[in-house]
T-cell receptor, first 116, second 110 residues
Framework: EPEVTQTPSHQVTQMGQEVILRCVPISNHLYFYWYRQILGQKVEFLVSFYNNEISEKSEIFDDQFSVERPDGSNFTLKIRSTKLEDSAMYFC??????????????FGDGTRLSIL | GEDVEQSLFLSVREGDSSVINCTYTDSSSTYLYWYKQEPGAGLQLLTYIFSNMDMKQDQRLTVLLNKKDKHLSLRIADTQTGDSAIYFCAELSGTYKYIFGTGTRLKVLA
């Protein structure tokens, strides 16, 4: 069964540094998402992306965050100047058609981001 | 505001049924989902229900939806040790965004 893959599985970065988290969504999917889960807390929506533009973003997704689909297969989340509170598990997801129950979001295994 | 609540822990004996509960606040939610998260792993879609349904059964899983009380439950029949995980309910908010619950940690005792 096709799956969403994320790399790396664990990223350790110094505070203030830029980090790029990578995702390969399921190949025929059109909608892409990032969520994060701070340790012990809820999974929180960050952003959704369709047709090469952001379709919705949360208040967490401020100017230090950006997303990009640099080619036909990858979907990236960039954090420009990391802060300690950015430490979390970041999940990428994809779906075929946004908002349809028969096309739910499929999640990757996540990238654990640790900011020192 | 949108909020999804779950009890934090549930412990059952192997072979018993597990019932994991969830309440949500957005009455316009049309789609509700259950995801499973095993240690160190991602979110695995288990099942889902559309808001015009009361019940959905999928092998050992039964989802019940009470729209009036905004209450969703997941029943796992004949619970096995491999079912030990965190279970998240989620509602679709708008077109794209899932709102997740706090997660219920299910522990199955042998």
């Amino acid at each position: 069964e096709p799956e969403v893959t994320q790399t790396p599985s664990h990223q350790v970065t110094q505070m203030g540094q830029e980090v790029i988290l990578r995702c390969v969504p399921i190949s025929n999917h059109l909608y892409f998402y990032w969520y994060r889960q701070i340790l012990g807390q809820k999974v929180e929506f960050l952003v959704s992306f369709y047709n090469n533009e952001i379709s919705e973003k949360s208040e967490i997704f401020d100017d230090q965050f950006s997303v990009e689909r640099p080619d036909g297969s990858n979907f990236t989340l960039k954090i420009r100047s990391t802060k300690l509170e950015d430490s979390a598990m970041y999940f990428c997801a994809s779906s075929d058609v946004g908002g349809r129950i028969d096309q739910p979001q499929h999640f990757g295994d996540g990238t654990r981001l640790s900011i020192l | 505001g949108e909020d999804v609540e779950q009890s934090l822990f549930l412990s059952v004996r192997e072979g018993d049924s597990s019932v994991i509960n969830c309440t949500y606040t957005d009455s316009s939610s049309t789609y509700l989902y259950w995801y499973k998260q095993e240690p160190g792993a991602g979110l695995q879609l288990l099942t889902y229900i559309f808001s015009n349904m009361d019940m959905k059964q999928d092998q050992r899983l039964t989802v019940l939806l009470n729209k009036k009380d905004k209450h969703l439950s997941l029943r796992i029949a004949d619970t096995q040790t491999g079912d030990s995980a965190i279970y998240f309910c989620a509602e679709l908010s708008g077109t794209y965004k899932y709102i997740f619950g706090t997660g219920t940690r299910l522990k199955v005792l042998a």
